[in-house]
């Protein structure tokens, strides 16, 4: 009944580390190599495993509908 649950990719917390699934897993292991040995390995390492770029874990886990689906249209999107 305490839980604080976030919308997240993952969350570092203390001692404690959680991701939102698969990519997410890979994401948390990128921020976790920029926390410990900066942003260009990091970048370097996700190059390695074909990942565009070192996400936060404040960023959306899934893409936006407009991109999911290509619509643009305000109507269908909402």
């Known amino acids: 009944p305490h839980l604080a ?7 570092i917390d203390r001692d404690r580390w959680t991701c939102a699934g698969g ?4 994401d ?3 921020a976790l190599i920029e926390r410990d040995h900066g942003h260009a390995l990091a ?9 565009t770029e070192v996400r936060r874990g404040s960023g959306p886990q ?6 999911r689906f290509g619509v643009s249209n305000p109507h269908l999107l909402r």
């Open 23 to 26: 990519i997410a897993a890979l």
């Open 5 to 11: 649950i976030e919308r997240s990719l993952f969350v």
């Open 28 to 30: 948390l292991m990128h």
């Open 62 to 67: 899934r893409m936006a509908l407009r991109e």
């Open 43 to 51: 970048a370097a390492v996700s190059e390695l495993y074909l990942h």
